[in-house]
Every structure is written in C-alpha cells, then in structure tokens.
C-alpha cells in the first residue's frame, strides 16, 4: 500500500473515532484481472480500499470525514460498502 494513501486512510479513521473492515485493499495483477475491468486500478497500485459499513450513519460519518481530507478524489457509495482510491481531480464521488 502506498505510504502517503495509509497515512490519509488513518487520518479519516482518527477523525471519525471508530474503526472499519477493509473488505478489499491492494490487489495483484492476477487478482485484479478475475474481480476488475479496471486492469489499471487504484487497487493495484495501493491507492484504494472498499471499506466495509452497514451502518448506514456510520457510512454517512466516513463519507463526511473522507471528503473533507481532500485526499481522496475517488469516492464510491453502495449499501454495504464505501471505495476510497486515491484519484484525480476527473474522478469524483458516485454509487455503486
């Protein structure tokens, strides 16, 4: 994983003062090709994680604290889970 990726991922983690479970972090090239169409993503350059959050205010809290890092520029939401990658300033937040 990237250094400078952990450091924020931590940051976020301190700022909304509970833990969460990664479901999905770095991922090799291998790995990447059989659950991926993105054969070039943030995964297997360990800059994203799929944080997994049933909690639906929980979801919301991280969501909060991870834009206002404004580290990460690749943010996904679904039912279960939240994507936090790295991005650039063309990606943006979606749902899943």
């Known amino acids: 994983m ?3 990726y952990m450091k924020a991922l931590q ?3 301190t700022a ?3 833990g969460f479970k990664v479901n999905s972090a770095y ?7 059989k659950v ?6 943030q995964h297997s350059t ?3 994680v799929d944080i997994s959050m049933k909690d639906r205010y929980k979801r919301f809290q991280l969501l909060q604290k991870a834009i206002e890092c ?6 996904a939401i679904s039912k279960t889970f939240i994507h936090l990658g790295k ?9 899943y």
Do not use: H, L, P
């Open 2 to 4: 990237d250094e400078g």
């Open 11 to 13: 940051d976020v983690r």
């Open 16 to 18: 909304c003062g509970f």
């Open 27 to 33: 991922r090799c090239g291998d790995y990447n090709a």
């Open 36 to 41: 991926s169409k993105n054969t070039r993503g």
């Open 46 to 48: 360990g800059e994203a």
């Open 70 to 75: 404004g580290y990460f520029k690749d943010i």
């Open 87 to 95: 991005g650039n300033v063309e990606n943006g937040v979606g749902v």
